[in-house]
């Protein structure tokens, strides 16, 4: 039998629709099973995730398994980044878009066995590095943005756990809410020597294809692994302008759409004359502009079920075995 493997499993509590812990502990029975040697650890806060999983990488534990939502999931690649202890999910949380992007079933009320699902696949996975973004020094996983998205996440978030068991109505009640009278953001974009300068819906530096917890794939040909974020700008000021455009990303019709602006780039700027409220990975922040973005190519290594082949990565082979 193979030497054991050492982890961390990182469990945040109030991540999800229901509380998961019996899953959670099923799963790190097949962990077990399969070889590796478990700590479970609750987190109580995204700092705590964050310091959590970065003190596992001093360890230099071989992986940290995550069973949350994508907001735990950013936090603990923040604290992994660097080093070579490997990102893993159990997916948890409300939305669960990196786990979908890697094809891992997540837990709701028709998967039951979806976190025990993950733990097999990813038991004996394979290590792959990928690119983080930053946005003003904070990293993110999947995706940073201003406008009405962000306006929405500021909003709703930090939400309740009955909140979250409606999350499709309740962000779509918010969105609809949110945009009565909004009139969009006005913003000047800088990258790869060009100017861009109008009113816009919103405007998204993108790790991943999917968006609005993976209901919407905003940027078809995004790969997580090539040093470059895809940049989406879209133009509109009304709630009509968000109905259309909401459709046409639905319908795959917004990448030739007038009006919408794509460009992908290793750095860009955001500049407003007013502070604009993010999301990072679906979780809310403030800043005050000029917003930077850049790409911290390959930083960060992340378990993935072996065979098959993601359609986020570029590169053709994993960039290690798990030992």
């Not at 979806?114 to 733990?119: F, G, K, P, V, Y």
């Not at 995004?222 to 302008?241: P, V």
């Not at 795959?252 to 009006?259: L, R």
Request: charged share 25%.
């Amino acid at each position: 039998m193979d030497a054991p493997r050492t982890a961390k499993l990182i469990y945040n509590p109030a991540a999800g629709r229901f509380p998961a812990w019996p899953f959670v502990d099923r799963a790190r029975r097949v962990l077990e099973r399969e070889g590796w040697d478990i700590i479970v650890l609750e987190s109580r806060s995204g700092e705590e995730v964050e310091r959590l999983a970065r003190e596992a990488a001093q360890e230099e534990c071989r992986a940290v398994f995550v069973a949350g939502g994508d907001g735990s999931v950013g936090l603990a690649a923040e604290g992994l980044a660097g080093s070579q202890t490997a990102l893993a999910v159990l997916p948890s949380g409300t939305a669960n878009v990196w786990a979908k992007e890697l094809g891992l079933p997540h837990l709701d009320w028709a998967h039951w066995f979806a976190l025990e699902d993950a733990a097999r696949r990813l038991a004996r996975g394979e290590v792959r590095s990928i690119d983080l973004g930053v946005c003003n020094g904070r990293s993110f996983l999947l995706w940073a943005g201003v406008g009405l998205d962000g306006r929405i996440i500021n909003s709703i978030e930090p939400r309740e756990r009955w909140e979250k068991a409606f999350a499709v109505a309740h962000f779509a009640i918010e969105a609809i809410w949110t945009s009565l009278g909004w009139t969009g953001v006005d913003l000047m974009v800088e990258a790869l020597g060009n100017q861009w300068e109008g009113r816009f819906l919103l405007a998204v530096g993108s790790n991943v294809r999917a968006y609005a917890g993976g209901i919407l794939e905003l940027a078809p040909e995004a790969k997580i692994d090539d040093g470059l974020l895809d940049f989406w700008l879209i133009g509109g000021k009304s709630i009509r302008d968000a109905v259309v455009r909401a459709t046409q990303i639905l319908l795959g019709t917004h990448v030739d759409a007038p009006g919408v602006i794509h460009f992908r780039a290793a750095e860009a700027t955001f500049d407003s004359d007013d502070t604009l409220p993010l999301h990072f990975d679906g979780e809310p922040a403030l800043f005050a502009p000029p917003i930077q973005f850049s790409v911290r190519q390959r930083v960060l290594r992340v378990l993935t079920p072996r065979g098959g082949w993601p359609r986020i990565f570029s590169a053709t082979t994993p960039t290690a075995e798990q030992r």
